[in-house]
């Protein structure tokens, strides 16, 4: 099993950016698949980004393409989602989730365990 712990939300205005960081302890952190996964009030969790084992591969949702990127550091434990050009629209609270496979899943429901979550706010 493998512990996650987010951290870098907060209230940023519309243009402005934000780096998300998550930081796991448990099982060997480059054996997983690492996601991040969105949830806006009312509404289902989202695949935002995903990214391979190594680093070497990575998925994003077409709503964040050319926006946000993803990345790990595998001797730190940590995935990070560094989010520029942020729109009201991406105002959700933001899991970082880790897959137990070898393909980065598009869908929320494919990812094993998930960390409490970082409220991310943009204002217009």
């Known amino acids: 099993q493998v512990q996650l712990v987010e951290s870098g939300g907060g209230l940023v205005q519309a243009g402005g950016s934000l780096r998300l960081s998550c930081a796991a302890s448990g099982r060997t952190f480059s054996n997983y698949v690492m996601g991040w996964i969105r949830q806006a009030p009312g509404k289902e969790r989202e695949f935002v980004a995903g990214i391979s084992r190594s680093g070497s591969y990575t998925r994003y949702a077409d709503s964040v393409k050319g926006r946000f990127t993803i990345s790990r550091d595998n001797a730190k434990n940590t995935v990070y989602l560094q989010m520029n050009s942020l729109k009201p629209e991406d105002t959700a609270v933001y899991y970082c989730?880790?897959?137990?496979?070898?393909?980065?899943?598009?869908?929320?429901?494919?990812?094993?365990?998930w960390g409490q979550g970082t409220q991310v706010t943009v204002s217009s």
């Open positions: 989730a880790a897959d137990q496979s070898y393909t980065i899943a598009t869908s929320a429901t494919a990812y094993d365990y």
